[in-house]
Every structure is written in C-alpha cells, then in structure tokens.
C-alpha cells in the first residue's frame, strides 16, 4: 500500500519493486489481523480475575475456646485462574518486639515462618502461612479454599502487617499481581466468630 504512492521509476528499483501482497490480499490480511486482535482483548477481559481477598473471625479447629483472624483469597469471576503465593513480606509490631527490623524484604514462605519463629511464633499454633500454588484453581465456586493465613490474638499482637503477594494466570494465559494486606481490617482481640 506504501508502494502504490510512489512515483513508477521508484517503484521499478529495489527495495521498492519487491511485493509481498497486492492492495486487496493486505486489506484483507489487516482486517483478519486486527479482528483476531480485538476478538482475542475482549476474551482476555471476559476471562479475567477479580482477585480480592477476605477476613474472618472463626474458632480455631479442635480448641473451640480460642478465635482466630482467617484471611481467605476470593475470585469473584465464575471462570478459573491459576493462583500462586509470589512471596510475603512481614512487619512487626514495634512496641511488642524489641527489635523490629528496619526493612522489609520479599521473603518465601519458609523464610517468613522462619522470621515469625524468630519473633516467638509457632507455626500450626500461634499463626498458620499456607501454601498455595503454583497453579491453585480459585473461582468464585471455591469459597472455603484459598485460606492465605490463620492468626491467633497472641500472633496479632506481634506482627503488624503480613503482606502477601499474589500471581494469577487466566485462561487467556494474561498473569495479573495483587497484594493481600491480611491484617487490614484485622479484628485483633476477637470475642466472638463473625457472622456470615
């Protein structure tokens, strides 16, 4: 199509007298182009995830007299994405620990139990850090599943913030990010089990 304005003694002289398509066979190819681009952006945005996330109060199993925090990971769209844990990073609370470290690194999930251990928190007690990935189905069908963390009062009056970040693969193969703040919201002294 470039071609076609060209003067003729240009066009006889090489680059220009190469031709890979005629002016109908490219209009057709660019027009089957970028359908199949826009038929493929509106499947991505149909398949797409609506991650959030989700806290609450619940009896710990088999010690019915202690409550604890449960943040679960929600997919509020019908189709499946591939869910992994990318990595935690774990602040503590300044005033219940002595010496709070001064940054806040990505850590894996051994390395931020290990940190909480470090703090005088017990995995499977004070606190619980599941693993989750690397292709955990979450749709908005699994409702009970995606549990990211279980925090007893003992472990929130430690930690100030556990942030956990997110990879999710659609169907479209498109990978989306989003971080769980898991104690925003955070009912810390918890007296009852939420209600829902």
Not at 3 to 21: A, D, E, G, I
Not at 25 to 41: E, H, K, N, P, Y
Not at 163 to 191: E, F, K, N, S
């Amino acid at each position: 199509m470039v071609t076609q304005n060209l003067p003729s003694s240009v066009r006889s002289s090489w680059p220009w007298k190469l031709q890979l398509l005629d002016t109908q066979s490219a209009t057709t190819a660019t027009t089957i182009a970028a359908s199949l681009v826009f038929a493929r952006a509106q499947y991505a945005s149909v398949v797409r995830p609506m991650l959030g996330w989700t806290g609450n109060v619940v009896e710990v199993a088999g010690r019915s007299s202690e409550l604890a925090w449960v943040v679960r990971l929600v997919n509020g769209t019908s189709t499946a994405a591939q869910v992994k844990i990318a990595d935690y990073r774990v602040t503590l609370n300044p005033t219940a620990h002595t010496s709070p470290p001064v940054r806040n690194p990505p850590m894996s999930r051994d390395e931020a139990i290990s940190f909480l251990e470090s703090a005088g928190l017990r995995q499977h007690t004070d606190f619980e850090l599941n693993y989750i990935g690397p292709a955990f189905p979450l749709t908005n069908a699994t409702v009970n599943a995606g549990v990211v963390g279980v925090f007893t009062p003992k472990a929130m009056a430690v930690i100030e913030d556990v942030l956990v970040t997110v990879d999710a693969r659609d169907q479209a193969g498109d990978t989306h990010q989003r971080v769980i703040y898991c104690m925003r919201g955070a009912v810390r002294q918890p007296d009852s089990p939420t209600l829902y």
